[in-house]
């Protein structure tokens, strides 16, 4: 007959195994989820185009900002930091990338949205390097899981040029 400590021991044991496997199985299933998020982004107003007293050019623009993110939220899902980035080539660089406007949204049902607004950071380049030039807008965001690995990724919008001259 096997002693209390060995029953114990043995218990114990299977108990860890098993909830050690519903781990397992509960980060898995978070990976069948493929998400299809989509966006759209119009810019509405070039605000001003200016090249400021040191050289470098600045722009202010308005945009609307369409985004439905709710497949990217699942039972694992803290929330999602989402960004909107400029990125263009120049000479020096062949990415330059400037953040524009940034935000959080912390559950499923704030996930689809429409904003209007005006570039929350400035979009500023070294040198006099923006007029006329060719950029694309892209949505990034990063799923921050309650459990696991964080994963990013982006959607990126093309056909956007700015202004020949300064306003």
Known sequence: MHSFGYRANALLTFAVTILALMCAMASLSDNLNSPSP????QILNFNWFQKQPHGNDEVSLTMNITADLQSLFT???KQVFVF???EYETTKNALNQVSLWDAIIPAR??????????NKYRFVDQGSNLRGKEFNLTLHWHVMPKTGKMFADKLIMSGYRLPEEYR
């Open 38 to 41: 989509s966006a759209q982004i």
């Open 75 to 77: 039972w694992n899902t």
């Open 84 to 86: 909107v980035a400029a």
């Open 109 to 118: 049902e704030h996930a689809k949205f429409w904003i209007q607004t005006a």
